[in-house]
């Protein structure tokens, strides 16, 4: 197996060198101004030890990254009851459908499109103010990650709630079929503000540990979640965290991951890793480009698929 210090760097570099990087998403305003020449990679070790590469320290809106924190709190709260409101299957269509919404009696096909994310933001939000659950997501992505310097970017949050109309389709669309309990407007409003969580590839790869060692922080020895649903939040990121994409990352890739449109993923190697990639350029699917190649030579190097033998 290669030595992760050699391998960082090197694909760091290689990384800097590519032209095809994608499109940033330019649909939203914020987002459409980064820089699409920033690459940065880290990844934390169930040993404690975080390895990182390129622009790993600046932060990023890690936009339906953040759904990853939000299906892991509702969870908590109503356990396997989400199911009556949210599928746990791969949707095969774009992440902001509508047309499966309506054929599908306004259920969301899995927690990680759009639909989905705001039902269970809907759930977040029963016995909260908006503010109350924007700050209970906030908190436990800084407690995941051991940092409390972690914030919400609110000019991308005003960013997306100025241009999310298909969002607000979808919303209503669901609040028709009797699938939000909330007024839209407030699911919504939590929505976009923990999507708007800015976060380093060093911080989310230290959010995401738990995930890589059965449930438990791997610092404190704390359960977080049970194995149990460790595992299954897992499943879940590798069929659908991708969006129409996620057959194509885990035919290539082969690890459990979920992608934003700001250009970051997080991936996790069960029982050895943590990954975070960034990179803002996007392809067809709304996934990071140079993040998903980056994470394709990363895991064939340290022949970290879960289906290697």
């Known amino acids: 197996m290669a030595d992760l210090e050699e391998v960082l760097p090197a694909l760091a570099a290689e990384m800097a060198e590519r032209t095809d990087r994608g499109d940033v998403a330019n649909y939203i305003p914020q987002l459409g101004k980064i820089d699409p020449q920033r690459f940065g990679i880290a990844v934390a070790l169930t040993d404690g030890r975080v390895v990182a ?3 790993a320290d600046e932060t990023f809106s890690i936009q339906s990254i953040s759904k990853m924190f939000t299906l892991t709190l509702a969870l908590g709260k109503v356990g396997d009851a989400l199911w009556r409101r949210v599928g ?20 969301p096909r899995n927690p990680f499109i759009n639909a989905g994310a705001i039902v269970v933001t809907d759930v977040l939000l029963a016995g909260h103010q908006p503010r109350e659950a924007i700050g209970e997501i906030l908190r436990f992505a800084q407690f995941l990650a051991d940092d ?8 991308v949050a ?3 709630q100025a241009t999310g109309f298909r969002n607000v389709a979808l919303a209503n669309y669901m609040k ?3 699938n939000l309990q909330h007024a839209p407007e407030l699911a919504l409003g939590v929505y976009y503000h923990h999507c708007a969580i800015a976060m380093s590839c060093r911080q989310l790869a230290m959010s995401g540990r738990f995930l890589a060692h059965g449930g438990r922080n791997p610092a404190t020895g704390h359960s977080v979640v049970s194995a149990e649903r460790a595992r299954r939040i897992l499943a879940l990121m590798l069929t659908c965290g991708h969006y129409d994409g996620s057959g194509d990352f885990a035919f290539r890739v082969g690890i459990p991951a979920k992608s934003g449109v700001g250009g970051g993923i997080l991936g996790i190697v069960p029982g050895v890793a943590s990954i975070a990639v960034w990179s ?3 392809n067809e699917n709304g996934n990071s480009r ?14 970290w698929s879960v289906f290697a033998p």
């Open 280 to 282: 803002p350029g996007l």
């Open 290 to 303: 140079l993040g998903s190649i980056a994470l394709e030579k990363l895991a064939r190097a340290m022949n």
């Open 88 to 107: 746990r299957e791969p949707s095969g269509n774009p992440f902001n459908s509508i047309v499966q919404l309506e054929n599908e009696q306004g259920i």
């Open 176 to 178: 028709a079929f009797g």
């Open 53 to 55: 590469a390129g622009d």
């Open 158 to 160: 005003a960013s997306e």
């Open 148 to 155: 409390d310097t972690i914030i919400v970017d609110r000019e």
